[in-house]
């Protein structure tokens, strides 16, 4: 099984920054895909920003610019970056794994338990 945990959320004013911290355990054959996503009050889940096993990065245009995605393998950590922050940038964050394991191959989603930005105006 695959746990995420992310913490480094808070409450952050207009302008100011955070970084988001993704940690994962467990056993872990193969990532397709990791990325961030957030919900809103009242709003669906969205995608903030991906990285693919390659490498290849994407984010979401209203983020573009201003959040970075990262890992460290030898931590098994992803980041995300939060620069510039606005208010319409609340929301529960959640990190996600696209990844199969040593006991089932087939590939799964699995999903942290979020972690609330706040961004005061």
């Known amino acids: 099984q695959v746990q995420l945990v992310e913490s480094g959320g808070g409450l952050v004013q207009a302008g100011g920054s955070l970084r988001l911290s993704c940690a994962a355990s467990g056993s872990i054959s193969s990532i397709n895909r990791m990325g961030w996503y957030r919900q809103a009050p009242g709003k669906q889940r969205e995608l903030v920003t991906i990285v693919t096993n390659g490498g290849i990065t994407d984010y979401t245009d209203s983020v573009k610019g201003r959040f970075t995605i990262s890992r460290d393998n030898a931590k098994n950590t992803m980041y995300l970056q939060m620069n510039s922050l606005k208010p319409e940038d609340t929301a529960i964050y959640y990190c996600?794994?696209?990844?199969?394991?040593?006991?089932?191959?087939?590939?799964?989603?699995?999903w942290g338990q979020g972690t609330q930005v706040t961004v005061s105006s």
């Open positions: 996600n794994y696209y990844c199969n394991t040593p006991t089932d191959w087939r590939f799964r989603n699995y």
